[in-house]
């Protein structure tokens, strides 16, 4: 019998300023990762790994970070920006039926945008965290 992994959202990839990881990772798959830089996944063992479970996924690390925490200091020194899909109501045109249809709508939102919705808002919104990215040229700076 084969075992299926579930491996949507588990990627890394880069650009010429920024790294963009896949946020299904958990913290022990992350720094077992080859493809992931070594400074950042030097970063998470050191600085975030100590605050976090190494069974946790980076999606519900993130989404459960608080906006007093000194890993929101860490992301906000990596410039780090975090890509979501949340779910909208399109508004129905006046006369057109009763409700409007919904959609999911991809934003990039910062650090601070992120912790600053709690977690019990970002669920009503429907919130999914699907890519964490960080700048280079910050990351080479810590």
């Given amino acids: 019998m084969n075992k299926t992994?579930?491996?949507?959202y588990k990627y890394s990839m880069q650009d010429v300023?920024?790294?963009y990881v896949g946020c299904k990772y958990t913290f022990g798959e992350l720094l077992e990762e080859e493809e992931i830089p070594f400074k950042l996944r030097l970063v998470m063992e050191r600085y975030?790994?100590?605050?976090a479970d190494p069974g946790d996924t980076l999606e519900s690390h993130l989404y459960y970070l608080v906006?007093?925490?000194?890993l929101v200091?860490?992301?906000?020194?990596?410039k780090a920006r975090v890509k979501v899909n949340l779910i909208?109501?399109?508004?129905a045109l006046p006369g057109f039926?009763?409700?409007?249809?919904?959609q999911y709508v991809t934003k990039t939102?910062?650090?601070e945008e992120l912790v600053s919705l709690p977690p019990a808002q970002k669920e009503r919104q429907g919130y999914v965290i699907q890519e964490l990215s960080v700048s280079k040229l910050a990351l080479a700076a810590l």
Avoid: C, H, N, V
């Fill in 5 to 8: 992994i579930y491996e949507d």
């Fill in 17 to 19: 300023s920024r790294i």
């Fill in 48 to 51: 975030i790994l100590p605050e």
């Fill in 67 to 70: 906006p007093e925490s000194f």
């Fill in 73 to 78: 200091k860490i992301y906000r020194q990596m």
């Fill in 88 to 91: 909208r109501e399109k508004k």
């Fill in 97 to 102: 039926g009763a409700g409007g249809k919904k």
């Fill in 109 to 111: 939102l910062t650090m």
